[in-house]
């Protein structure tokens, strides 16, 4: 079984920082690519970064330039380092990863989430 757990979330002021960190748990064999993605109130789910494997990141344009994904490979972990934050920005997070769990088909995993509210 294959648990991602968030941490990091919170309430900040707009112009503001926060990082968000993920780490991977479980009986796995491989992960491959990792990322970020958000749901605000009353809106679809959406990607933020995503990092493969080999450290090769995507991120939506509304958040280029200001956030920065990153990933230890060793530690199972990927984290995303959130600056100027806008209120735009309030939604819940989530985790992602595509793993190949041990003795199991690879597949898709979410960690639970984790909110950020940005607000003055």
């Known amino acids: 079984q294959v648990q991602l757990v968030e941490s990091g979330g919170g309430l900040v002021q707009p112009g503001g920082s926060l990082r968000l960190s993920c780490a991977a748990s479980?009986?796995?064999?491989?992960?491959?690519?990792m990322g970020w993605y958000r749901q605000a109130p009353g809106k679809q789910r959406e990607l933020v970064a995503t990092?493969?494997?080999?450290?090769?990141?995507n991120y939506a344009s509304s958040v280029k330039g200001r956030f920065t994904i990153s990933r230890d490979n060793a530690k199972k972990t990927v984290s995303l380092q959130m600056n100027s934050l806008k209120p735009d920005d309030t939604a819940v997070y989530y985790c992602?990863?595509?793993?190949?769990?041990?003795?199991?088909?690879?597949?898709?995993?979410w960690g639970q989430g984790t909110p950020v509210t940005v607000s003055s």
């Open positions: 990092i493969t494997s080999g450290g090769i990141t």
């Open positions: 992602n990863a595509d793993v190949k769990a041990a003795w199991a088909r690879r597949n898709d995993y």
């Open positions: 479980g009986s796995i064999a491989s992960i491959y690519d």
